[in-house]
């Protein structure tokens, strides 16, 4: 129950105290949202830029590996000798 009263004292001090009116304070917040939603926007454009880099880099490491390995008679390939003896 105490909670509940500071809570709502908090938010009638808050009412009253506010530096600015409501109007303004909705078309500052409105502004901030919209400068929010383009910062998120480039974020992800970024990330998703970043996304196909790293997957293009991972595929071309998982293909010279896979060359190296062949290169070098790992199992399955069919150049290892038989029973792993040199």
Known sequence: MGFIV???LGAIAALLYAPKAGD???EEMR???DDLRRRADDLQR???KL???AQSKGKELI???KQEWSEAGGP???TGRP???V
Do not use: N
């Open 76 to 78: 399955g390939t069919g």
């Open 51 to 53: 996304k196909g880099e």
């Open 46 to 48: 970024v990330a998703q």
């Open 31 to 33: 502004t901030r949202t």
């Open 24 to 26: 303004e304070m909705r």
């Open 63 to 65: 293909d010279d590996a």
């Open 6 to 8: 500071g809570l709502l």
């Open 83 to 85: 029973g792993g003896t």
